[in-house]
């Protein structure tokens, strides 16, 4: 596991002097480092080495990874998966973070379902940017009217946005990414994280003004299995 720390650190370094090229402060800038399909050995070996912000793409796989770290301070999750609104408790329960809101209604459950004595969940609205069908996220038309329904939710703070831009189209999907977090947050000013860039496309995504990157193979290795919901 020593490799984890090793990746994190070299993650971590290699953020900052993009930072430095780019005239952006490092400090601005949050590695999600997610651990879907990974052991709680590999987990513990990059909160170890101090990683705190850790993504989790399934519920229950969330929900069992918060349950045995739970008492590991400071420890934050993302969820960064699709949502569907039977699984919508474990997340409200467990969560720090909901990077992919697509659908009022699924941010309505969270809203009610999140506990009294947890601190608002912070979401970001996912953009299919890349107008996949296969992909999740809201048509950039409908961003607009999906964020000020979710700003008006009690124990939700809208945040940002997030995107997963088609291979080949990281360049344009990141500007135009960039674009959509402005004129979002002239509405919402507190909206200003900008969560894209995965292990092989962050810098570039760093260059847009991402604030949040999700690294997953770049910090763990590659995943043996893929699982989906
Ligand atoms: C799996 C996943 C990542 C991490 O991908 P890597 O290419 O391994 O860095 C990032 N974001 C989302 C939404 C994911 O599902």
């Not at 069992?64 to 949502?83: D, Q």
């Not at 950039?140 to 000020?148: T, V, Y």
Request: with cysteine; proline share 7%.
């Amino acid at each position: 596991m020593n490799n984890i720390a090793e990746q994190l650190n070299a993650a971590y370094h290699n953020i900052t002097e993009n930072c430095q090229k780019l005239g952006r402060e490092p400090a601005d800038v949050c590695l999600v480092a997610v651990s879907k399909t990974k052991p709680i050995a590999a987990l513990m070996a990059a909160y170890e080495a101090g990683q705190r912000q850790f993504g989790e793409n399934y519920p229950q796989e969330l929900q069992a990874k918060a349950t045995t770290l739970f008492a590991l301070p400071e420890l934050e999750w993302h969820f960064i998966g699709p949502l569907q609104s039977n699984k919508t408790r474990l997340i409200a329960e467990h969560a720090s973070w909901v990077h992919s809101i697509d659908r009022l209604k699924i941010a309505e459950r969270l809203s009610a379902q999140r506990p009294a004595d947890l601190p608002p969940l912070q979401v970001l609205l996912q953009i299919n940017i890349s107008h996949e069908d296969s992909k999740a996220g809201i048509h950039p038309d409908q961003l607009p009217g999906l964020a000020d329904a979710v700003a008006k939710l009690p124990q939700l703070q809208l945040r940002g946005l997030m995107a997963i831009p088609a291979p080949n189209d990281s360049k344009r999907a990141f500007e135009a990414m960039a674009q959509l977090s402005k004129s979002l947050q002239q509405q919402h000013p507190g909206a200003t994280e900008l969560s894209m860039g995965m292990s092989d496309d962050w810098p570039l995504a760093l260059h847009y003004g991402a604030t949040m990157i999700r690294l997953g193979t770049a910090i763990f290795g590659a995943r043996t299995y893929e699982r989906n919901e």
